[in-house]
């Protein structure tokens, strides 16, 4: 509990600290400023971000002689102007489309950047351009969203590092050019990449949740049950009844003949709970659900369990040919599994009981 607690009082210092900067941009009419200038990666070609137009290209200017009544300009478009020995073109992009430009060694294409997420302005929908693609000559060729280039379930489970994803535009070995969004993954040492071709602004790549997914599944109970839940009332005297038999977890689990997991709840999923429920069931004469009671787990993490387990379906019991109710534990993790450990997890557990979210 404690580091989560420290977990999320960094993120809300880091919070404050940008928003504390973006209240720090006032307009400063004594600032220099400057267009930002892009070059390609053989140095061949340059471009020219027209942030304030009242700037000659490579130049600075007093801010307050671009705008003399002191106030900041409002951007409603930028000029991208494309530089060789001379000027190319000047591209004219909607402001919203560039935070980078990078420009392709052929010179033929150039790539405007918008960062997924932003702390300062109005947070932007994932179905908005990412990147776009124009022609030297200025032609649109194409656009991606970030739903497009990067996974669902990595825009769900990891904001800021969104901020921090790596670009490169460059020559493939058959000389086709290729941009490519790298994409920091929780590994230290794996970074997965989504390649793009710029000449039809398709992904080469297939897109793959590059972070670990939510999943739910069931195990037999390997540690000590921890307080219960109340049971409805109905079932309060039912677990201690002395017509039921009490079985060790791994026995009763492997009873099961039909096993679903619950979905894994959206709200605990957004909110990061993460943890187990152990469920204490009751089993009918003819291997059905009558009862059963749980740990707690916020967010729904009990409900979802318990709802679960009450469909659970097992091998009916018999003692001396006469059959018996009985009851036993069921283990159900939330958590957050890559690709690796849910193999290893399936290996070793029944498929009927396993599941993890795909909806």
Same mark, same amino acid.
């Given at each position: 509990?404690?580091?989560?607690?420290?977990?999320?009082?960094?993120?809300?210092?880091?919070?404050?600290?940008?928003?504390?900067?973006?209240?720090?941009?006032?307009?400063?009419?004594?600032?220099?400023?400057?267009?930002?200038?892009?070059?390609?990666?053989?140095?061949?070609?340059?471009?020219?971000?027209?942030?304030?137009?009242?700037?000659?290209?490579?130049?600075?200017?007093?801010?307050?002689?671009?705008?003399?009544?002191?106030?900041?300009?409002?951007?409603?478009?930028?000029?991208?102007?494309?530089?060789?020995?001379?000027?190319?073109?000047?591209?004219?992009?909607?402001?919203?489309?560039?935070?980078?430009?990078?420009?392709?060694?052929?010179?033929?294409?150039?790539?405007?950047?918008?960062?997924?997420?932003?702390?300062?302005?109005?947070?932007?929908?994932?179905?908005?351009?990412? #990147?776009?693609?124009?022609?030297?000559?200025? %032609?649109? *060729?194409?656009?991606?969203?970030?739903? $497009? !280039? +990067?996974?669902?379930?990595?825009?769900?489970?990891?904001?800021?590092?969104?901020?921090?994803?790596?670009?490169?535009?460059?020559?493939?070995?058959?000389?086709?050019?290729?941009?490519?969004?790298?994409?920091?993954?929780?590994?230290?040492?794996?970074?997965?990449?989504?390649?793009?071709?710029?000449?039809?602004?398709?992904?080469?790549?297939?897109?793959?949740?590059?972070?670990?997914?939510?999943?739910?599944?069931?195990?037999?109970?390997?540690?000590?049950?921890?307080?219960?839940?109340?049971?409805?009332?109905?079932?309060?005297?039912?677990?201690?009844?002395?017509?039921?038999?009490?079985?060790?977890?791994?026995?009763?689990?492997?009873?099961?003949?039909?096993?679903?997991?619950? #979905?894994?709840?959206?709200?605990?999923?957004? %909110?990061? *709970?993460?943890?187990?429920?152990?469920? $204490? !069931? +009751?089993?009918?004469?003819?291997?059905?659900?009558?009862?059963?009671?749980?740990?707690?787990?916020?967010?729904?993490?009990?409900?979802?369990?318990?709802?679960?387990?009450?469909?659970?379906?097992?091998?009916?019991?018999?003692?001396?040919?006469?059959?018996?109710?009985?009851?036993?534990?069921?283990?159900?993790?939330?958590?957050?599994?890559?690709?690796?450990?849910?193999?290893?997890?399936?290996?070793?557990?029944?498929?009927?009981?396993?599941?993890?979210?795909?909806d």
């Amino acid at each position: 509990m404690l580091g989560r607690f420290a977990w999320v009082t960094i993120l809300m210092l880091l919070a404050v600290r940008e928003v504390a900067a973006c209240s720090a941009l006032s307009w400063d009419p004594d600032r220099l400023i400057e267009n930002e200038v892009a070059s390609s990666a053989n140095g061949r070609f340059r471009a020219v971000i027209r942030w304030y137009e009242g700037i000659p290209d490579f130049m600075s200017r007093r801010a307050g002689d671009v705008v003399p009544d002191g106030e900041r300009p409002a951007r409603n478009s930028v000029t991208v102007a494309l530089y060789e020995s001379g000027l190319l073109a000047e591209i004219p992009i909607d402001i919203d489309r560039v935070d980078d430009v990078f420009i392709s060694d052929s010179g033929r294409y150039l790539v405007a950047i918008e960062r997924p997420y932003r702390v300062c302005g109005a947070p932007r929908s994932t179905q908005n351009p990412f #990147v776009t693609v124009y022609t030297a000559e200025g %032609a649109l *060729v194409g656009s991606l969203s970030v739903d $497009d !280039v +990067v996974g669902r379930w990595d825009l769900s489970t990891v904001l800021w590092p969104l901020n921090n994803l790596e670009y490169e535009l460059r020559h493939e070995s058959d000389r086709s050019e290729v941009f490519v969004v790298k994409i920091p993954t929780t590994s230290p040492t794996k970074r997965g990449e989504r390649r793009i071709d710029v000449a039809t602004v398709t992904i080469l790549d297939p897109k793959t949740d590059l972070f670990p997914l939510p999943r739910v599944y069931a195990t037999p109970v390997d540690v000590p049950p921890r307080d219960f839940l109340p049971a409805a009332a109905d079932c309060a005297a039912v677990f201690d009844a002395p017509d039921v038999v009490r079985m060790q977890s791994r026995h009763f689990y492997g009873r099961a003949v039909f096993g679903p997991v619950p #979905v894994f709840p959206e709200l605990m999923f957004k %909110a990061r *709970v993460r943890g187990p429920v152990i469920v $204490d !069931v +009751v089993v009918s004469e003819y291997g059905e659900v009558l009862c059963t009671r749980a740990s707690s787990l916020p967010l729904g993490g009990t409900e979802a369990a318990s709802n679960a387990a009450r469909r659970w379906r097992f091998t009916p019991m018999t003692i001396d040919g006469r059959r018996v109710k009985f009851a036993g534990e069921l283990l159900f993790q939330f958590q957050d599994v890559d690709e690796e450990q849910w193999r290893e997890l399936m290996r070793y557990a029944p498929p009927v009981t396993m599941a993890d979210r795909t909806d």
